[in-house]
Nanobody, 118 residues
Framework: QVQLVESGGGLVQAGGSLRLSCAASGDIFRLNAMGWYRQAPGKQRELVAAITDGGRTNYADSVKGRFNISRDNAKITVYLVYLQMSSLKPEDTAEYYC?????????WGQGTQVTVSS
């Protein structure tokens, strides 16, 4: 089992920046990857960015060059993943969810709202 706690969402003007944080605890020694997904009203949940245990990253085309995913796995009991979002656009408005993959099992955080005003 992995527990995920997100923080850092909020309201920002277009062109601004936000940093989301996700703290993973529990069975973190078996993590394969972590990532961020988002879901806007009336739309499907979509992958925003992911990072593997080996450090490989993957981004949705819509956020490439604007978002950056990073991790801090120096602590023994907590695995931290960040999503630095810059040049935010109104279309980035969504509920953002932290995700962890452990041997094919998916775990989700409770979500954090990001609202970008025009």
């Amino acid at each position: 089992q992995v527990q995920l706690v997100e923080s850092g969402g909020g309201l920002v003007q277009a062109g601004g920046s936000l940093r989301l944080s996700c703290a993973a605890s529990g069975d973190i020694f078996r993590l394969n990857a972590m990532g961020w997904y988002r879901q806007a009203p009336g739309k499907q949940r979509e992958l925003v960015a992911a990072i593997t245990d080996g450090g490989r990253t993957n981004y949705a085309d819509s956020v490439k060059g604007r978002f950056n995913i990073s991790r801090d796995n120096a602590k023994i009991t907590v695995y931290l993943v960040y999503l630095q979002m810059s040049s935010l656009k109104p279309e980035d408005t969504a509920e953002y969810y932290c995700n962890a993959v452990v041997y094919g099992s998916y775990y989700w955080g409770q979500g954090t709202q990001v609202t970008v005003s025009s």
